[in-house]
């Protein structure tokens, strides 16, 4: 059967097909395209805070007056540093650092004992202060330089006895008692001899009379009066 083909009614209009919608930037009736966005910025460096700047200089001027040996100046310069710039905390380590060595050189150093009596008072002070081998290292230039002074030998015994050394320390004893007999009367009630108490050879020593020089010294006592 043959297939009829319908005429157009005039009375209808033709049907007209829909454009393509247009893209922004192309042409009507072309494929969509993808617009492209704009870069979005990355993450920005941190900002140093104006202070920064001025607390480096200041630190700069530091350094510089430090390597003119100027210690003291510039010890207060880096002071600074800390005290007007606290929120500065990577700096202050370093700051620190530069201070301390100027604190250590700033600090006048003590002379070295030279004379005999300069030494028996470096090496009171040394035993006060439990320091016996400082003290002994006093005594002995004594005794080199004067092996008759009973000043020197009688602290010798003290230095050697806080040590727990009784063999040296009664060894000087007997022969600070030797050469000055009044080092005697001072053994007996002397504190810092107190450790050889116990020992024989210590109050055989005390007991046994000795003859004396005749230019008697006048003992040295290695503390002040308690």
Same mark, same amino acid.
Request: aromatic share 6%.
């Given at each position: 059967?043959?297939?009829?083909?319908?005429?157009?009614?005039p009375?209808?209009?033709a049907?007209?097909?829909?454009?393509?919608?247009?893209?922004?930037?192309?042409?009507?009736?072309?494929?969509?395209?993808? #617009?492209?966005?704009?870069?979005?910025?990355?993450?920005?460096?941190?900002?140093?805070?104006?202070?920064?700047?001025?607390?480096v200089a200041?630190?700069?001027r530091?350094?510089?007056?430090?390597?003119?040996?100027?210690?003291?100046?510039?010890?207060?310069?880096?002071?600074? #540093?800390?005290?007007?710039?606290?929120?500065?905390?990577?700096?202050?380590?370093? #700051?620190?650092?530069?201070l301390?060595?100027c604190?250590?050189?700033?600090?006048?150093?003590?002379a070295?004992?030279?004379?005999?009596?300069?030494r028996?008072?470096?090496?009171?002070?040394?035993?006060?202060?439990?320091?016996?081998?400082?003290?002994?290292?006093n005594?002995?230039? #004594?005794?080199?330089?004067?092996?008759d002074?009973?000043?020197?030998?009688?602290?010798?015994?003290?230095?050697?006895?806080?040590?727990?050394?009784?063999?040296?320390?009664?060894a000087?004893?007997?022969?600070?008692?030797?050469?000055?007999?009044?080092?005697?009367?001072?053994?007996?009630?002397?504190?810092?001899?107190e450790?050889?108490?116990?020992?024989?050879?210590?109050?055989?020593?005390?007991?046994?009379?000795?003859?004396?020089?005749?230019?008697?010294?006048?003992?040295?006592?290695?503390?002040?009066?308690?």
């Open positions: 059967m043959a297939t009829k083909h319908r005429r157009p009614d009375s209808k209009p049907k007209t097909p829909a454009p393509s919608s247009p893209v922004a930037g192309g042409r009507s009736g072309s494929p969509a395209e993808t #617009v492209p966005q704009a870069a979005q910025p990355g993450p920005q460096p941190p900002q140093r805070r104006t202070t920064y700047l001025e607390a200041l630190y700069e530091g350094l510089e007056t430090l390597q003119r040996h100027e210690f003291s100046a510039a010890a207060a310069l880096f002071e600074s #540093v800390l005290r007007q710039y606290p929120e500065e905390k990577e700096l202050h380590e370093r #700051v620190r650092l530069y301390n060595i604190q250590r050189q700033a600090t006048p150093k003590e070295s004992p030279r004379t005999q009596e300069e028996l008072y470096a090496a009171t002070l040394a035993i006060n202060g439990g320091r016996y081998d400082q003290a002994l290292a005594l002995r230039l #004594v005794r080199d330089e004067d092996p002074n009973d000043h020197a030998l009688y602290m010798l015994a003290v230095a050697h006895a806080q040590r727990g050394e009784p063999a040296e320390a009664i000087h004893l007997e022969r600070a008692i030797a050469l000055n007999p009044e080092n005697r009367a001072l053994a007996k009630s002397d504190p810092d001899l450790p050889l108490r116990g020992d024989e050879a210590f109050r055989t020593a005390l007991d046994t009379p000795a003859a004396s020089r005749g230019d008697r010294r006048r003992p040295f006592r290695s503390r002040p009066a308690r």
